[in-house]
């Protein structure tokens, strides 16, 4: 019964069915996992969030931050489609609202003890061990799972604040664990999140550190499934010291979409969306 992982999908429904294939998916037995941003940016998010909804208990997807943008887009008046969203195919289709009610019982985090695995978009701050992740994973997801979401979605965009502190309380508390789960790549070496740098390790500033790098991270010795970080390639010495393996290979931009069967290590990927400058 292997488990695959999946990185960013991003509504490139297209390359989610060659990629289906090329496992030999069988919904029988196999497992998926997906690392968030099913939607955005590409062409067929509806298609995509109703085939990843219709494998039931066979996949599991966390949320990103598009995911979340998705649901703010239907929960609050107020917030207005960015440049660049393709999102209107889901706003605009008669089971939206079906849709829109299994995104939001999605985990932002995902721990497996039996495959020793965890899941997550963007990653883990370096202050939160696999435990503290879960449970302060779960405090964004019982607002997000209750009558009124709008309450949290409307006020979790925002950088700051920017450092974890456990005195953090109501929404501010809320989007830094939002932000963290879905938008973190660098910190300072305090440990404050950078939301401007998106390169990869080569390009990085000399003064930040990729999330998975802090010396002190409490996650360490965990074995983390990530996406989010299209820019970003590790060889396998790396993935193999820092207990990562980021899946997010560009997708919509024109680069692949990948797989990782997390029981013995094989990769797989298909062309992602053609046109598009990666």
Not at 38 to 66: F, I, K, M, Q, S
Not at 98 to 116: E, I, K, N, T, V
Not at 175 to 195: H, K, S, V
Not at 215 to 237: K, N
């Amino acid at each position: 019964m292997p488990t695959y992982a999946i990185g960013d999908v991003q509504g490139c429904l297209t390359s989610l069915e060659a990629l289906l294939e090329e496992i030999d998916f069988d919904l029988t037995s196999d497992r998926l996992w997906f690392t968030g941003d099913l939607v955005n940016r590409g062409p067929d998010n509806l298609g995509v969030l109703r085939l990843v909804r219709g494998l039931g208990e066979r996949a599991v997807t966390v949320l990103g931050n598009h995911d979340l943008h998705l649901l703010a887009l239907r929960f609050c008046p107020e917030q207005k489609p960015r440049r660049g969203d393709t999102l209107n195919d889901v706003l605009e289709a008669p089971d939206c609202d079906a849709l829109l009610s299994w995104l939001r019982q999605c985990p932002l985090f995902h721990h497996d003890q039996a495959l020793g695995y965890s899941l997550v978009h963007a990653g883990v701050p370096g202050e939160w061990n696999i435990g503290e992740a879960l449970a302060h994973a779960g405090e964004v997801e019982a607002v997000l799972r209750a009558n009124h979401p709008e309450n949290f979605l409307c006020a979790m965009y925002g950088n700051k604040p920017a450092r974890w502190r456990a005195s953090l309380t109501g929404e501010k508390r809320l989007r830094y664990i939002t932000n963290a789960f879905t938008r973190m790549r660098y910190c300072q070496p305090d440990g404050e999140l950078d939301f401007e740098t998106k390169e990869g390790l080569d390009a990085a500033p000399g003064d930040l550190l990729p999330w998975f790098m802090q010396p002190a991270r409490a996650s360490r010795g965990a074995r983390i499934v990530f996406g989010h970080w299209s820019t970003l390639r590790l060889e396998a010495p790396q993935e193999a010291a820092f207990g990562v393996h980021p899946l997010d290979t560009g997708a919509v931009w024109g680069g692949t979409l990948s797989a990782l069967c997390l029981e013995d290590g094989r990769r797989f990927s298909v062309p992602g969306l053609a046109g598009r400058v990666f």
